[in-house]
């Protein structure tokens, strides 16, 4: 199993943080696991992502060479990335600022994570995270056929958020609060 997935937004919407987490919960699973961040110099703002690969095995290169799975923040990320994903890729969209009436040969999940950090964990701050709840869900979903031990879970996305946040531990609840409702959004 090797999973390849980008995080991309604009600078300042936590799309670095993101993949952060995303790394840490894999290797909270014993899994291997890489990070490479890319980013503008203006940074907040700019075009950001991340790009995770996460791998049963060792891997050879950072670089997301067939990404499977993609979580984008604004509708340029998702202009610019869906086009490289490979088919029944996990695609998590936002749609409070992304149009759901794209022609796409793979149909993601559009998840209004902006509207729902405002309205129900009131910090618009944690978009970031409602997104990678979302996706943690969907690529258990997705995968349901495949044996669910390997994919991320919810158990192992709360200790990395633990860890990525214990400098910060009065953000850990909250961040968790919006990680569990990007997590129930997914049917």
Do not use: H
């Amino acid at each position: 199993m090797q999973i390849e997935i980008i995080i991309a937004g604009f600078g300042g919407q936590g799309v670095l943080l993101a993949g952060i987490l995303v790394a840490q919960a894999a290797i909270e699973q014993g899994l291997y696991t890489t990070w490479f961040p890319s980013y503008g110099a203006e940074v907040r703002g700019g075009a950001a992502n991340s790009t995770i690969v996460v791998s049963n095995d060792e891997i050879g290169s950072p670089f997301a060479f067939n990404p499977n799975a993609l979580i984008a923040l604004n509708e340029p990320s998702l202009n610019k990335f869906m086009p490289k994903m490979v088919d029944n890729s996990v695609v998590i969209a936002n749609s409070s600022v992304a149009l759901q009436d794209k022609q796409c040969k793979i149909n993601p999940y559009f998840v209004p994570v902006t509207d729902i950090a405002d309205k129900e964990i009131r910090n618009i701050k944690t978009a970031n995270m409602v997104a990678v709840g979302a996706f943690m869900k969907a690529l258990r979903t997705n995968n349901k056929q495949d044996s669910s031990e390997k994919y991320f879970s919810i158990n192992s996305i709360f200790v990395a958020c633990e860890k990525v946040f214990a400098a910060k531990p009065n953000l850990v609840d909250v961040n968790k609060k919006a990680i569990q409702a990007g997590y129930d959004f997914i049917n």
